[in-house]
């Protein structure tokens, strides 16, 4: 058996469970047996000896009168195997029934009642035979006069109680093996299902992603399990559906302009060309490489906020600034197509983070925005605070977002219908969300069709540390 599965720890600890229950459960049980024996020999030995007791004190006679042999007798005659026995105020057995008896057999009872001056109840052992003995002194006139000493036999209580514990031990024995066998039994069974869980989870593969694990219909926590690693499995699959589509996008997106570079080399070696015409070649060279160099950057900055220990040396800058900046960037980027960039920028917004990944990010909504505005249009950059974030907003007139693709819009190389007519390589929204992510904001979209799109930035504000 491997000690190590989980059947075994679920064996092993019920069996130590069910043990140590078994077992306290059966020495309450000898405990309250014996307890309530003893309460009963205790409440006879009280009766008789508070009795006699009574008779000596209440009467005023003297253990030493001869008149109190005859009233132990007519007292105690009847009780069969009980002991009764009278010491003076020096120890010395005055009158005892039934047995003769040597003054040092209860000298220990004697010593302890005359110290005390209470009732004691104690387990002697007279000539071997087991006894229970209660002492109690007697007074007269608060003068202490003697100890009356009652004893009965307890060897039949003492037998029952050694019968009753072999006949425990003995059931116990019985009932411990076919309580592991059946918790061993019951392990299996509340296993097999796990077990049939991890062969089906063995049989998945990459190649085999589609596959789910079959649910047990137990309705517990191993049917809850089995749908967990079914959403895992969805996860998964969608991840590695998105990374082929990724890896086929930057293979297209590199094809292209490797492909034009490649044309423009072979067709530059053909023959002897003028220096204007390799100049002219050159220039378009230029062109491509600089596309391949951003998609590359583009492809880096994805793979860098999408690490798991990715850092940041985050700073405290002003934000107002950098957007100062960009309005001013945005209206030269909006003279080619005549349109009005307005700018509502609120001065001095702190934030604590990367200025030139948050420039950045920023730049993107812009030229987005620009890129899907026909001629003529407008853009409004507006920056300002919240309770806690800075808020950077950028509305446009331009085409707008169907409302079934703006989930999909910071995906990376998805392009919408109308986007796939303008220059760009998919990554600029994504990067921009990956940027804002990082620095603990959110980008919110609103976009209504022919109409024109809003995304709204927000960052927490920095807050000095007092």
């Known amino acids: 058996m491997n000690t190590k599965s989980i059947r075994f720890r679920i064996v092993m600890w019920y069996s130590i469970i069910i043990f140590f229950t078994t077992v306290f459960i059966f020495v309450v049980f000898y405990a309250v047996t014996r307890q309530t024996l003893y309460t009963q020999v205790d409440r006879e030995l009280f009766s008789h000896a508070s009795k006699l007791t009574d008779i000596i004190t209440r009467q005023g006679v003297n253990i030493h009168e001869t008149m109190l042999k005859q009233q132990l007798f007519d007292e105690f005659a009847q009780m069969p195997g009980m002991l009764v026995v009278l010491l003076d105020e020096q120890g010395k057995v005055m009158k005892s029934s039934f047995l003769e008896v040597q003054e040092q057999s209860y000298s220990s009872l004697y010593q302890e009642v005359r110290e005390s001056k209470i009732p004691i109840f104690r387990d002697l052992s007279l000539n071997n035979f087991p006894m229970r003995f209660t002492a109690w002194p007697i007074t007269y006139n608060k003068s202490f006069g003697g100890v009356v000493i009652i004893g009965h036999p307890i060897d039949v209580i003492q037998k029952s109680l050694f019968s009753l514990s072999t006949t425990l031990f003995i059931v116990f024995s019985f009932l411990i093996f076919p309580i592991i066998l059946g918790g061993y039994i019951v392990a299996g069974k509340v296993m097999e299902p796990l077990s049939g869980i991890s062969k089906q989870i063995e049989s998945i593969s990459l190649q085999r992603l589609g596959e789910r694990v079959a649910s047990p219909g137990t309705g517990d926590e191993i049917e809850n399990l089995a749908q967990t690693f079914n959403k895992l499995?969805?996860?998964?699959?969608?991840?590695?559906?998105?990374?082929?589509?990724?890896?086929?996008?930057?293979?297209?997106?590199?094809?292209?302009?490797?492909?034009?570079?490649?044309?423009?080399?072979?067709?530059?070696?053909?023959?002897?060309?003028?220096?204007?015409?390799?100049?002219?070649?050159?220039?378009?060279?230029?062109?491509?490489?600089?596309?391949?160099?951003?998609?590359?950057?583009?492809?880096?900055?994805?793979?860098?906020?999408?690490?798991?220990?990715?850092?940041?040396?985050?700073?405290?800058?002003?934000?107002?600034?950098?957007?100062?900046?960009?309005?001013?960037?945005?209206?030269?980027?909006?003279?080619?197509?005549?349109?009005?960039?307005?700018?509502?920028?609120?001065?001095?917004?702190?934030?604590?983070?990367?200025?030139?990944?948050?420039?950045?990010?920023?730049?993107?909504?812009?030229?987005?925005?620009?890129?899907?505005?026909?001629?003529?249009?407008?853009?409004?950059?507006?920056?300002?605070?919240?309770?806690?974030?800075?808020?950077?907003?950028?509305?446009?007139?331009?085409?707008?977002?169907?409302?079934?693709?703006?989930?999909?819009?910071?995906?990376?190389?998805?392009?919408?219908?109308?986007?796939?007519?303008?220059?760009?390589?998919?990554?600029?929204?994504?990067?921009?969300?990956?940027?804002?992510?990082?620095?603990?904001?959110?980008?919110?979209?609103?976009?209504?069709?022919?109409?024109?799109?809003?995304?709204?930035?927000?960052?927490?504000?920095?807050?000095?540390?007092?």
């Open 233 to 466: 499995l969805d996860r998964l699959q969608d991840a590695f559906k998105r990374e082929r589509q990724f890896i086929g996008d930057v293979a297209h997106e590199l094809k292209t302009p490797l492909s034009t570079i490649g044309s423009a080399i072979e067709l530059a070696t053909t023959r002897e060309r003028t220096g204007k015409e390799y100049r002219a070649t050159c220039e378009d060279l230029l062109i491509d490489v600089n596309k391949l160099s951003s998609i590359v950057k583009n492809i880096l900055d994805l793979a860098w906020f999408g690490a798991e220990n990715e850092k940041l040396d985050k700073r405290r800058f002003n934000l107002s600034l950098t957007v100062k900046e960009l309005h001013e960037l945005a209206v030269r980027m909006g003279d080619t197509k005549h349109m009005k960039i307005f700018g509502e920028i609120k001065h001095d917004i702190f934030i604590t983070g990367v200025e030139d990944k948050i420039s950045r990010a920023l730049l993107n909504i812009i030229d987005n925005a620009i890129k899907y505005t026909p001629d003529k249009g407008k853009v409004n950059l507006r920056l300002f605070t919240t309770d806690d974030h800075a808020v950077f907003e950028v509305n446009d007139t331009g085409v707008g977002i169907v409302k079934k693709d703006i989930p999909h819009i910071f995906e990376r190389f998805w392009r919408g219908r109308e986007a796939r007519e303008t220059h760009g390589t998919g990554l600029g929204l994504a990067i921009a969300q990956g940027i804002i992510k990082a620095h603990g904001g959110e980008i919110r979209v609103e976009s209504t069709v022919g109409k024109g799109t809003s995304i709204r930035i927000l960052l927490p504000l920095f807050r000095s540390v007092s």
